[in-house]
């Protein structure tokens, strides 16, 4: 079964409060999704990580060992304070009780502020079933008298991105410019060399161009170079309108 060792809970005594959490049903979908927002939070002093719920094997062209080897090389490239895996299963990612207490420990020990997670619109199982066990997670994060460990905690907000496999006329809530990330974006996209390169076709449009062509169609909306859209269920409070663009 290519499953990986889940990531060890972190010690809340030894780790300072994440501003953001991203739950990624597998290695790449963070990236894909939001990578230029997470280095561009990272730029602005934020501390960021990710959570990938899955190995994300088996691939046609992929590996464990490859897979966490490419892992890395994203990371690096994010420079992203925390990364872990929850060690659960890929292509079999259900919301199960023992799944969402895994995922609500990992919130209760990092206690992020904001939590991100995959769009709830996808054609991808793992995708929806990410979702729904990061909803159902930041809600049993902070029930009390409870073996989890860690503090309670309960994120004070949920935002989706998206990485769907749907061909959606989707409209976000928000588009984040990311023109300034754009390069590094790419870069750590391309870490996942099994994923977006090995066997596929080199004739354009690649997967590559189709990521560039996304980005650009997103910046187009904001009249910037490149953008990445989210989405969220919850009213946004705002107390100013300066960085609005």
């Known amino acids: 079964m290519n499953v990986l060792p889940a990531t060890p809970f972190p010690n809340p005594d030894d780790v300072e409060p994440l501003d953001f959490l991203v739950i990624a049903p597998h290695p790449d979908d963070a990236e894909l999704g939001m990578g230029g927002t997470i280095m561009r939070m990272i730029d602005q002093g934020m501390r960021v990580g990710v959570l990938d719920l899955t190995s994300g094997e088996p691939t046609p062209y992929g590996s464990m060992e490859t897979r966490v080897k490419e892992t890395a090389a994203a990371t690096a490239v994010m ?10 299963v890929n292509r079999a990612l259900e919301n199960t009780l023992e799944a969402r207490e895994r995922i609500a420990s990992y ?22 079933a990410a979702t ?26 949920l935002y989706y991105y998206f990485c769907i496999h749907l061909r959606l006329a989707v409209q976000p809530t928000w588009i984040v410019d990311i023109s300034e990330q754009w390069d590094r974006k790419m870069d750590a996209v391309k870490a996942y060399e099994s994923q977006m390169i090995t066997g596929r076709p080199t004739e354009p449009p690649t997967v590559l161009d189709r990521v560039r062509d996304e980005g650009a169609n997103w910046g187009r909306l904001i009249n910037r170079n490149y953008g990445e859209p989210f989405a969220t269920k919850e009213p946004l409070a705002m107390n100013s309108l300066r960085d609005l663009i």
């Open 107 to 128: 919130v209760r020990c990092l206690r992020p502020r904001w939590l991100f997670t995959p769009y709830f619109h996808d054609a991808h199982p793992d995708h929806i």
């Open 132 to 157: 729904s066990l990061t909803e159902a997670a930041r809600f049993h994060a902070k029930l009390s008298k409870t073996d989890m460990p860690g503090p309670r905690h309960h994120p004070e907000r």
């Open 79 to 88: 420079k992203l304070t925390w990364r872990g895996n929850a060690g659960l």
